[in-house]
């Protein structure tokens, strides 16, 4: 007698998003809906493609773009899931509960990986000052391949002792192409996350300016590029440099899209108003004279217009008025044209100061006076630390990053990230920033520990987030009583914790694909004896899409603990025995989505079969589908 075929629930995936995946059916959808006569069954006919683009493309031909030693390898790393994790650190953290601030301690290349699914697409704004490769930072090195182990061996979590990463020096051969390998990844990735609408910023020095506009160039697109903004550093001369000296960093503008990419506009001056009067004592109040002619022929935009004098006017030669003939009779009727205080002068439209927009265009050049310089940054550290000058070298005035914000973070929600989050300048300048005009932007920052030979801060990483914790007590003292308010929220001032660390399941690494296979129908245990039931749950959350600062909610379902999510839309049960009172529990709470335990089960495939069908007659009845994972 045949035994009934056993249904199994899915196995939930506990790598990071496979980006050559996501890639490709971005790509087919993209070209599918613009040009569906180019597929064949499923698949993409190349030369039907080029056909249709009305060109051929050899192959064999040199292609134009930024090249390097080690190039290839960087598209492995890339496409190479992470099976890490991110452990909340309740300790290290304020206000864990109720904040939605992030800041992760570990490898940014690593961490950045993990966020794929949970913040694809989310992040407004991002922000990084990374190595400038001035010979003094450390890079990844060449033969030390970047993985999870990579980062545990450097903080000393396995082997016994930390491996110290080596400093990129000129002498050391690929010098550009090391930091180009270490610069790549991480950007290539980090453009996944950002909003349609988003933008990044990225300070440089003038090692690298060149070759980073057009590695931005390759990932994020010609065409998206935005500005290269000049910032004034320093505002003194060193007369010790060599030839000439510096006083400016490079700030490189990329958006996701510039096509839906808006920035933000900056605010005005009281000498950008200055320059409004009012001397013909206009009712509208003050305006400032703006030429009414136009450089360049137009059709209909040479005309005499007669002034109130009678003395006539033409445009200059090769220009034109900027309106036609019917349009600047009606400006001028309406008092909108000025010809001098005897009416005798060239006219001019009046630009009125009440009819302006609030804000300003960003210029190109930002001086130490508008954002702030290197020796503003160090005092702001200094303020912090009880006038210690000597905790972090080279910071990011909070001032500077605000600017930014303005203009790439001016949605009052917006998610902001920095991983290169240094001494966390960034979250500094986000809380300060919704203090100021009562916004409710959430902060996403990453920061590898390395080590600062300092007793009181082992890492920069403790610098930052003990910086994070100061720079709120000193807003919240700064502006007591006067916080600003979005809505009845309170400005966020804390920040969840969590660090980089091995997945709380054996998680196959890609060696041996039978082994795993035995040892799941085995039901041997795979969970780590370390891990708690939070460390499993955050897992459990971010590698099924769900971001760092979900709320929520623990109940009881037939006597064992069930967490709900999004209101109920997943649940996750952690118990390490199944019940069938607790599956038709589940059931019954119509969920979208569940996931158990996978040892739960005890090795019972009839339980596991009739969970199954339970999840999916209660799913039929409510015309809904309920997904059953275990793990």
Known sequence: MNKPEQVKPEKMDLQSMDIAVEKRIELMRSLRRVFPDVFGEDAIE????????????????????????????????????SIATLKPMHSESVNYDETNNVFIEGDNLEVIKLLQRAYFSRVKMIFIDPPYNTGGEFIYPDKYAETLDTYLSYTGQIDGEGKKFSTNTDSAGRYHSRWLSMMYPRLYLARNLLRDDGVIF??????????????????????????????EKIYTTKNDSALISGCHDYILVYAKDANVCELG???????????????????????????????????NGRFTIVGPTGRRFEPPVESHWRYVEADVLALIKDNRVSFGRDGTGQPNLKRFLSELDEGVKSKTIWFHKEVGS??????????????????FSFPKPTSLIKRMIQLGGNARDAIVMDFFAGSASTAH??????????????????????????????????????????????????????????????????????????????????????????????HIDHLSDESSPEDILSELLLKAGFQLTTKIEEREMAGKAVFSVEGGAMLICLDREITPELIDGLAEANPLQVICL??????????????????????????????FKTV
Do not use: H
Not at 282 to 299: C, F, Q, S, T, V
Not at 488 to 507: Q, Y
């Open 265 to 299: 506009s900056l605010p005005r001056t009281k000498e950008m108003d200055a320059r409004y009067t009012n001397p013909d004592s206009d009712p509208r109040g003050p305006w400032k004279p703006i030429p009414l002619y136009a450089d360049g022929e137009r059709k």
């Open 46 to 81: 190349f030369d039907e493609l080029k056909r249709v683009l009305g060109e051929l493309v050899d192959p064999g031909k040199e292609r134009f773009g930024l090249n390097w030693p080690g190039k290839a390898e960087c598209m492995k790393i890339i496409q190479q899931p």
């Open 202 to 231: 990225v300070t440089i020095g003038d090692q690298e300016v060149s070759n980073l506009r057009s590695l931005m160039d390759g990932i994020f697109g010609e065409e998206n590029f935005v500005s290269t903004i000049i910032w």
């Open 598 to 627: 996978d040892e739960g089960f005890k090795g019972n495939d009839q339980l596991k079969t009739n969970a199954v069908q339970t999840f999916k007659a209660r799913a039929q009845a409510a015309e809904s589908e309920i997904v």
């Open 374 to 391: 290197n020796d503003t940054a160090n005092r702001e550290i200094k303020s912090l630390f009880d006038g210690d000058d000597k905790l």
């Open 429 to 522: 300048a986000v809380m300060a920033a919704n203090a100021e005009d009562g916004g409710q932007r959430r902060f996403l920052m990453v920061q590898l520990p390395e080590p600062t030979e300092r007793k009181d801060f082992p890492t920069i990483s403790d610098i930052a987030k003990e910086r994070i914790r100061r720079a709120a007590k000193q807003i919240a003292t700064d502006k007591q009583g006067t916080l600003k308010f979005q809505d009845g929220k309170e400005p966020d001032l804390g920040f969840r914790s969590f660090r980089l660390d091995r997945s709380n399941f054996a998680v196959w690494d890609g060696q041996n694909a039978d082994e795993l296979d035995d040892q799941i129908e085995m």
